[in-house]
């Protein structure tokens, strides 16, 4: 459609003054930040620093006050029909904390229905895309189990092979390893740090700072709805800038 | 006691079954099965779109809706009946049949009540999977259609029979429209026999009972189904697998 064919030097997603408040209160106050193509971004921060939300508006989950954000070239928050704002979202993968896959399908069902029902994959080759994804993430011998007879790691790892049945260009990741328990937060890491070997575009909510330090090309520290800090993890780790995320790191190493 | 009932239903069991047809409308337990069938078929759509409806952000949907949810749900399904039988006629000039009007009567009002429940199911999910629907690039009534209304309405099954079998028993008001019903059938009976009204009213009891009773027990066996889906033990049925239940559901 009218996609202007993004050079490969454009940033993939861009946030330029993106403001938001719930009422009074201000929960982002103008953030400027940049994901190049390939890059794996981490997000952390204290709770309620407005991590989740920054996230939620790339794919407009959440609506912003001012401000914009493109993604592969698409302006996101700019008026659009309905229709258009669909594709543009199925071509941005969310993974939720939570999981929140389909309890009324299948794991193989999870992967091929949206294919099916929103880009009108033909079911042969949205099954095999799927058969594909699951071997991916390592649950071929899961295909037919429901997500109640999965573990908390399976299921987001079907959640993850589920968004991108989409082949979306970009992938958002809102705290994936959160609501696991200690030993499952491996699996679900290790399909995460191959999707960034593979070359895939990532913005991830995390407070798991291994993956941060082995797989993030850059950490951005957001506390009260700014990003605070902005550097390779390396850096982010041993020198922060601010006093405010060298609390934060001393509180999370405790 | 016993014999006589017997004896009307040997003689009367065509009209019971039939009402007066072919020399009149079609009626008995035959005229109350299609508009129980008939009410039912087109209340559950309507429940649906109601539902939609009022939980759409935009007021001219929302507001007409919740007023008409609310005014159904306050008044009682008989006076909406009466109004129905004496209003539309004179509104429109039209001669509209009894059974129409009970049809459609039922259909307004079970639709309502189905639409609560119905909006219920869909509220109780919570936003994660319709989130995650828009996430993926669906569109919000795909995302309905596909996602969230396959889990509402099966999370909701026993709801909705109440109220499919509350329907049933509703269709003997149209006695007071004069809808050839089956309890218009018995009444009939009834006025020509004079002397057995218990006897007549006890095959008619009998009748809806074990209509409604089959329709309970699909609800009880539906039940124990989410209970154990839930517990993770099964997996989620299929339409096809939920209405072979229903047919080859056994009273114990
Ligand atoms: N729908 C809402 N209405 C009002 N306030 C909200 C809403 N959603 C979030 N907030 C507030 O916005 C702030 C930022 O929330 P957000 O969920 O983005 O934080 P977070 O950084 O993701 O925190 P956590 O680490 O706990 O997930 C919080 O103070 C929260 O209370
Ligand atoms: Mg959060």
């Given at each position: 459609?009218n996609t202007?064919?993004p050079s490969?030097?454009?940033p993939?997603?861009?946030?330029?003054?993106?403001?938001?408040s719930y009422?009074l209160y201000e929960?982002?106050?103008?953030i400027?930040?940049?994901v190049?193509?390939?890059?794996?971004?981490v997000?952390?921060?204290?709770?309620g620093?407005?991590?989740?939300?920054?996230?939620?508006?790339v794919?407009?989950?959440?609506e912003?006050?001012s401000?914009?954000i493109?993604?592969?070239?698409n302006?996101?928050?700019?008026?659009?029909?309905?229709?258009e704002?669909n594709r543009?979202?199925s071509?941005i993968?969310?993974?939720?904390?939570?999981?929140n896959?389909?309890?009324h399908?299948s794991?193989?069902?999870?992967?091929?229905?949206s294919?099916?029902r929103?880009k009108?994959v033909?079911?042969?080759?949205?099954?095999a895309?799927?058969?594909?994804?699951l071997?991916r993430?390592g649950l071929?011998?899961k295909?037919?189990?429901?997500?109640g007879?999965?573990?908390?790691?399976?299921q987001?790892r079907?959640?993850?092979a589920?968004?991108?049945?989409?082949?979306?260009?970009?992938m958002?990741f809102?705290e994936?390893?959160?609501?696991?328990?200690?030993e499952?937060v491996?699996?679900?890491?290790?399909?995460?740090k191959?999707?960034?070997a593979?070359?895939?575009?990532m913005m991830?909510v995390?407070h798991?700072?291994?993956?941060?330090r082995?797989v993030?090309?850059r950490v951005w520290?957001?506390?009260?709805g700014?990003i605070?800090e902005?550097?390779?993890?390396?850096?982010f780790?041993?020198?922060?800038?601010?006093?405010?995320?060298?609390?934060?790191?001393?509180?999370l190493?405790? | 006691?016993?014999?006589?009932?017997?004896?009307?239903i040997?003689?009367?069991w065509?009209?019971?079954?039939i009402?007066?047809?072919?020399?009149?409308?079609?009626?008995?337990l035959?005229?109350?099965?299609?508009?129980?069938?008939l009410?039912?078929?087109?209340?559950f759509?309507?429940?649906?779109?109601?539902?939609?409806?009022?939980?759409s952000k935009?007021?001219f949907?929302?507001?007409?809706?919740?007023a008409?949810?609310?005014f159904?749900?306050?008044v009682?399904?008989l006076m909406?009946?009466?109004w129905g039988?004496?209003?539309?006629?004179?509104?429109?000039?039209?001669?509209?049949?009894?059974?129409l009007?009970?049809?459609?009567?039922?259909?307004?009002?079970?639709?309502a009540f189905?639409?609560?429940v119905?909006r219920g199911?869909i509220?109780?999910?919570?936003h994660?999977?319709?989130?995650?629907?828009?996430a993926?690039?669906h569109?919000?009534l795909?995302a309905?259609?596909y996602?969230?209304?396959?889990?509402?309405?099966?999370?909701?099954?026993?709801?909705?029979?109440s109220?499919?079998v509350?329907?049933?028993?509703d269709?003997?008001?149209?006695?007071?429209i004069n809808?050839p019903?089956?309890?218009?059938?018995?009444?009939?009976?009834n006025?020509?026999?004079?002397?057995?009204p218990?006897?007549v009213?006890?095959i008619?009891?009998a009748?809806?009972?074990?209509?409604?009773?089959?329709l309970?027990r699909?609800?009880?066996?539906t039940e124990?189904r989410?209970?154990?889906?839930r517990a993770?033990?099964?997996p989620l049925?299929?339409?096809?697998s939920?209405k072979l239940?229903?047919?080859?559901?056994q009273p114990?």
């Amino acid at each position: 459609m009218n996609t202007i064919a993004p050079s490969k030097n454009t940033p993939m997603i861009e946030l330029k003054g993106v403001c938001k408040s719930y009422g009074l209160y201000e929960v982002l106050k103008g953030i400027d930040a940049e994901v190049a193509r390939g890059e794996v971004v981490v997000i952390c921060g204290p709770s309620g620093s407005g991590k989740s939300t920054l996230i939620r508006t790339v794919n407009r989950l959440e609506e912003i006050g001012s401000g914009s954000i493109s993604c592969d070239g698409n302006n996101i928050h700019r008026p659009m029909p309905a229709q258009e704002l669909n594709r543009l979202r199925s071509r941005i993968g969310f993974v939720f904390q939570s999981f929140n896959l389909f309890p009324h399908l299948s794991a193989i069902d999870n992967i091929a229905m949206s294919p099916i029902r929103v880009k009108g994959v033909s079911r042969d080759a949205a099954y095999a895309k799927a058969t594909q994804l699951l071997e991916r993430v390592g649950l071929t011998d899961k295909a037919n189990a429901y997500p109640g007879q999965l573990s908390g790691g399976q299921q987001q790892r079907v959640a993850i092979a589920r968004a991108l049945a989409m082949e979306p260009p970009v992938m958002l990741f809102d705290e994936p390893t959160s609501a696991l328990d200690p030993e499952m937060v491996g699996e679900v890491l290790s399909v995460m740090k191959g999707l960034a070997a593979d070359g895939m575009t990532m913005m991830c909510v995390t407070h798991e700072m291994g993956f941060a330090r082995d797989v993030a090309d850059r950490v951005w520290f957001i506390d009260q709805g700014q990003i605070v800090e902005s550097a390779p993890p390396e850096e982010f780790f041993s020198r922060p800038q601010t006093t405010r995320a060298q609390r934060f790191l001393s509180e999370l190493r405790h | 006691m016993i014999s006589d009932i017997i004896v009307i239903i040997r003689d009367y069991w065509l009209l019971l079954l039939i009402g007066q047809y072919p020399n009149g409308p079609l009626g008995g337990l035959a005229a109350t099965l299609i508009l129980s069938i008939l009410a039912i078929a087109f209340a559950f759509p309507v429940s649906i779109a109601l539902a939609l409806a009022r939980l759409s952000k935009s007021p001219f949907l929302n507001w007409p809706v919740t007023a008409l949810v609310y005014f159904t749900r306050g008044v009682p399904l008989l006076m909406l009946i009466l109004w129905g039988y004496f209003l539309v006629p004179l509104a429109t000039g039209a001669n509209v049949p009894s059974f129409l009007t009970m049809l459609v009567t039922l259909v307004v009002y079970q639709g309502a009540f189905l639409s609560e429940v119905v909006r219920g199911g869909i509220v109780a999910l919570g936003h994660g999977q319709m989130e995650a629907a828009r996430a993926l690039g669906h569109s919000y009534l795909g995302a309905m259609r596909y996602v969230i209304l396959p889990q509402a309405l099966y999370n909701v099954i026993p709801s909705i029979i109440s109220v499919f079998v509350s329907t049933i028993k509703d269709t003997t008001l149209g006695y007071v429209i004069n809808v050839p019903d089956l309890t218009f059938a018995a009444s009939q009976i009834n006025n020509q026999l004079l002397t057995q009204p218990f006897q007549v009213f006890f095959i008619l009891a009998a009748v809806y009972y074990v209509i409604c009773w089959s329709l309970t027990r699909v609800a009880v066996a539906t039940e124990s189904r989410i209970t154990r889906k839930r517990a993770g033990m099964v997996p989620l049925p299929t339409a096809k697998s939920l209405k072979l239940a229903a047919l080859t559901d056994q009273p114990s």
